[in-house]
């Protein structure tokens, strides 16, 4: 809890009291008994501002929600939603913890190192990001999902955020916003039917910001590392100068 508090600047504080107060709010105004949804709904908003900071903690409780998720998906027949949750992006939170874990920066655990992904590898990953949703699409229509066109739409973006994210590309926050989007859509499409799953729509409308600021935060610790890694590199050329030189 210290390390919690400690971690959290202003912005983040009012983004993750407002967000977390918005989806407890809505979902007693509207009388909702499904514990399940509040529970998963601010673990993940907890986990996107973990996430947003590149600190590997936030991996741990995308992995948590994503089981959460996969439940209340389930209720609502949103077959692909349940899939791509607890078959895709548990899993893949899984290699991108390992992967945080393995690439600090500077050592210090609580923040990833900033990755660039070659032109070659966005090509290739763009290509997989369209063959698993028209493969997704099949798949889906086959199971009857409600929703179907929005819910391939999901499946998509979720692969290009939990593959970025993996990767640790600052980008993944796009991914993750156009997902929000998506869910957003779905969700409400949903609640038109049963009031009760608008929380739902609440919790993605708090992902949706906590993702921008992701995205604005990771474009700074971008610049930051790139400008302590050229500083490091011209203090290293400098002791071999002085070094050479005597």
Do not use: H
């Not at 973990?50 to 995308?62: D, R, T």
């Amino acid at each position: 809890m210290k390390k919690f508090t400690k971690s959290k600047n202003l912005v983040e504080w009012l983004i993750w009291s407002i967000g977390v107060i918005s989806i407890i709010v809505f979902f007693f105004v509207f009388e909702n008994t499904q514990y399940l949804y509040l529970i998963g709904s601010l673990i993940g908003a907890t986990a996107l501002i973990f996430v947003s900071k590149g600190n590997p903690i936030g991996q741990v409780l995308i992995i948590v929600f994503s089981v959460f998720y996969g439940i209340v998906s389930y209720s609502f027949d949103y077959y692909g939603e349940m899939i791509t949750y607890l078959g895709m992006s548990a899993p893949i939170a899984l290699w991108a913890l390992t992967s945080w874990l393995r690439n600090p920066y500077k050592g210090n655990r609580s923040e990833v190192k900033v990755n660039s992904l070659s032109r070659k590898e966005w090509c290739l990953f763009l290509a997989a990001a369209a063959a698993v949703t028209v493969a997704f699409f099949f798949i889906l229509q086959a199971l009857n999902t409600a929703n179907l066109i929005v819910s391939t739409l999901s499946v998509a973006t979720s692969f290009i955020a939990a593959y970025l994210t993996a990767r640790r590309s600052r980008f993944y926050a796009i991914g993750y916003g156009a997902n929000d989007v998506v869910l957003i859509i779905m969700w409400s499409m949903a609640s038109y039917e049963n009031i009760a799953y608008l929380p739902m729509v609440i919790c993605f409308i708090v992902f949706f910001v906590t993702d921008a600021y992701g995205f604005v935060n990771w474009s700074i610790m971008n610049k930051r590392q790139k400008a302590g890694e050229e500083k490091d590199l011209s203090e290293a050329e400098r002791i071999e100068e002085e070094i050479t030189t005597k």
